[in-house]
Every structure is written in structure tokens, then in C-alpha cells.
């Protein structure tokens, strides 16, 4: 069983090409290309901030293709990828053929990409469509991930896209399409509010589950920790993906574990990523 991260957390400390270089050295067999950084999202007032990063100007494939020389010369490779959010600002929507073609780029087959929190199957299916014949032209899988909202009452996640096994399923099984799959959000699927459970998503996922964003939480927050740190029976999220047979990498989203840190200590945090996702390797034997 291999293992990945995303990228994304210690490209912000020591850029993306030192960030697979290092992550190489630290154990990891493969990387998750976080292209957050090709549209900067201004939360508060909704729009995008300016941006100078080589993923929002022309040469985006020429940059891409550089990671991924950097990760074959280091003995890693991408896996899969996760464009820009959220779906909903058309100037991201604008961007996601982009993320699509970084990711054929880099040499990743998956590239995850959010529904809209608020929007029903067949609506984010409409988004989905329209991006699909494009990425099987690259072959490129695009894989939908569960959303959770917030109740400000009751302190603690509401229900969103995906956010239950069933409306996960819907949102893949209405476009009929091999190349269209599921990305399991392990921490958001065990916030308290979303009234579901990794284990039970994984087995009502089965098949269409072929990619993972793992990290450990409270089960309230979307802490985004590394796994065995907090709350999460990590055990039981082995023996669900043992029991549906799945084959894909298991890809650590622990991006908040790295926050705080310098490039002069980033290497003993991204050893300790790899320590935890190769425990959780360990329990899928």
C-alpha cells in the first residue's frame, strides 16, 4: 500500500519543488499536487486576490512539468491532484480545465474537485459533465470529496455536498461514467453534524471509492491532523477500506500538522507524516 501527501502546506514554507524533494527523502512514495495557489480565494469578500504564482500565469504546464522531473528525480511521483476551491466563484470554475491539465502534466490520474456545498447531485453533475470529456482527454479521473457546512447554533458541522453515503453516491452515479469517482474525506466524514462515519462511507463508496484525503480530528473540527494523533479509530477505517478491497494510495491531507513550522525544522514534521501513514500502511496488510 503507498503512500502519499498533499503538497500544498509545505509549499507554502519552502515552495513546491523543495516540498517534493524533501517529502521524497521523508518516505513517501508519491505526492498530492495542491494547486490552491493557481487562484488565490478572498473568503471574506468572495473574489480572488491577485495572484503571481507560476500556476496562474501562461507558462502553468511548464511549471507542472518541472515538478514532475523533480519527483522522478527523487524516486516519487504524483498521484493525484486537488484544484482550487470554491466551485462556486465562476472565476474558479474558469480555472478547473487548468487544474485538469497541470495534473496529466505533473503524471496524476485523479484530480479531485469540490462540489458545490449547497447544490443538489444532478446540479454539481451539471459542472461535472461539462469537465468530464476534457479530462478523459487527458486521462484524468475527476473525483468528487464529501463537504460539510456549519450550524453556528449548535456548533458543530451541518450536512453539504456528499456529506452522507447517500448523497456521495448520487452525485457519482448520475453521470454514468467510469471516469467520474469518489475522493473519502476522512476527517470531514467524522465531524460531529454530518451524522455519518468513514466506515460507513467507505462501505456504501465501494467501487467508486479510489482516492483518499486522510487526517485526524476531534470529531468536531476539521483539525487536519495527522492520523493517530486525535479521535479517529484509524483501525476500523483500515479494516472498512480491507473489507471493500481498495487499491489506491492512502494520501495524508494533514496540512494543518506543518502549521507554525520554519524550513529549518519542516523535515522532522513531514518524518512524522510519513511514520503515521505508514502505521496505517502497516494495518492494511
Avoid at 33 to 57: I, Q, T, V
Avoid at 188 to 208: F, N, P, Q
Wanted: charge should be negative; glycine fraction near 6%.
Amino acid at each position: 500500500m503507498k503512500i502519499s501527501t498533499e503538497i500544498g502546506s509545505a509549499a507554502s514554507i519552502i515552495g513546491e519543488a523543495k516540498a517534493i524533494e524533501l517529502y521524497a527523502k521523508a518516505g513517501f512514495d508519491a505526492w498530492d499536487f495542491s494547486m490552491f495557489a493557481m487562484c488565490r480565494y478572498d473568503w471574506a469578500n468572495k473574489c480572488l486576490k491577485e495572484n503571481h504564482h507560476p500556476l496562474a500565469g501562461q507558462d502553468y504546464l511548464a511549471f507542472a512539468r518541472n515538478l514532475r522531473k523533480i519527483g522522478e528525480d527523487n524516486g516519487i511521483h504524483c498521484n493525484q491532484s486537488h484544484a482550487p476551491f470554491p466551485t462556486y466563484c465562476k472565476e474558479i470554475r474558469d480555472h478547473l480545465k487548468r487544474a485538469i491539465e497541470c495534473t496529466a502534466e505533473a503524471g496524476g490520474t485523479i484530480c479531485i474537485i469540490h462540489p458545490d456545498n449547497f447544490k443538489s447531485p444532478e446540479e454539481n453533475g451539471e459542472m461535472y459533465a461539462e469537465l468530464l470529456p476534457f479530462a478523459k482527454s487527458h486521462g484524468v479521473k475527476i473525483a468528487t470529496e464529501n463537504m460539510w457546512n456549519w450550524d453556528n447554533e449548535k456548533n458543530c458541522a451541518a450536512p453539504a455536498a456528499c456529506s452522507s453515503p447517500e448523497s456521495f453516491c448520487a452525485h457519482i452515479d448520475v453521470l454514468q461514467d467510469d471516469f467520474m469517482v469518489a475522493c473519502l474525506d476522512i476527517g470531514h466524514a467524522e465531524m460531529k453534524g454530518v451524522d455519518t462515519s468513514a466506515v460507513e462511507m467507505i462501505h456504501a463508496l465501494g467501487h467508486r471509492l479510489q482516492a483518499l484525503h486522510i487526517h485526524d480530528n476531534d470529531k468536531l473540527h476539521d483539525s487536519h491532523q495527522i492520523p493517530f494523533s486525535m479521535d479517529i479509530d484509524f483501525p476500523a477505517v483500515a479494516k472498512a477500506l480491507k473489507d471493500i478491497g481498495y487499491t489506491g494510495y492512502l494520501t495524508l491531507e494533514a496540512d494543518a500538522y506543518l502549521r507554525g513550522r520554519t524550513a529549518e525544522n519542516i523535515f522532522e514534521g513531514m518524518q512524522n507524516m510519513a511514520a503515521s501513514a505508514k502505521r496505517l500502511a502497516e494495518l492494511m496488510k
